[in-house]
T-cell receptor
């Protein structure tokens, strides 16, 4: 069974810092990987989707990379802002395409 | 606006009283699924559906039922709710194009069973 781990579980940084959030997985036979943002008490908002054949995706200040051979993905956030404060989740769609496996998230706090 | 809509958003019920949480999407997506989110356990998949009349179990299907009679709707049924089903529930949908299976989530349903 696919196991997804996110490190760190929580992160608190001052505004302006560049951040790296990590997601590791045990089974490299993935179809794609998706990063989400979740605000307290709210639903999940899709940030980036990386297909298994891709190495990275970029959207604004966000850049996500994927290294299947090492079982890792990173989400890079440039010039962090207080509005980036949220929980960030990675999710993998495995070879059984109907299944989506989530990490437990990294809770990010960016203070002014 | 493209969206996944869940109802109700909040629900308090008593043990054993059957309930249904509805989920509807307006994006003509083939794939729909249900998750529960619990502190310390993260999001776990309950059931999913690859298309109309096709459903399959996720990691935690016990105590839940689903149906997919129409493409846009995927209700979650708790025949006899118990307190351990108190949780935050999310419905999601995605297309089933080989090049794009980006998942879109509803706003969640917070269920309390007393």
């Amino acid at each position: 069974k696919q196991e997804v781990t996110q490190i760190p579980a929580a992160l608190s940084v001052p505004e302006g810092e560049n951040l790296v959030l990590n997601c590791s997985f045990t089974d490299s036979a993935i179809y794609n990987l998706q990063w989400f943002r979740q605000d307290p008490g709210k639903g999940l908002t899709s940030l980036l989707l990386i297909q298994s054949s891709q190495r990275e995706q970029t959207s604004g200040r966000l850049n996500a990379s994927l290294d299947k051979s090492s079982g890792r993905s990173t989400l890079y956030i440039a010039a962090s802002q207080p509005g980036d404060s949220a929980t960030y989740l990675c999710a993998l769609r495995g070879s059984t395409l109907g299944r989506l496996y989530f990490g437990r998230g990294t809770q990010l706090t960016v203070w002014p | 606006e493209a969206q996944v809509t869940q109802n109700p958003r909040y629900l308090i019920t008593v043990t054993g009283k059957k309930l249904t949480v509805t989920c509807s999407q307006n994006m003509n997506h083939e794939y729909m699924s249900w998750y529960r989110q619990d502190p310390g356990l993260g999001l776990r998949q309950i059931y999913y559906s690859m298309n109309v009349e096709v459903t399959d179990k996720g990691d935690v299907p016990e105590g839940y039922k689903v149906s997919r009679k129409e493409k846009r709707n995927f209700p979650l049924i708790l025949e006899s709710p118990s307190p351990n089903q108190t949780s935050l529930y999310f419905c999601a949908s995605s297309p089933w194009d080989r090049m794009n299976t980006e998942a879109f989530f509803g706003q969640g349903t917070r269920l309390t069973v007393v």
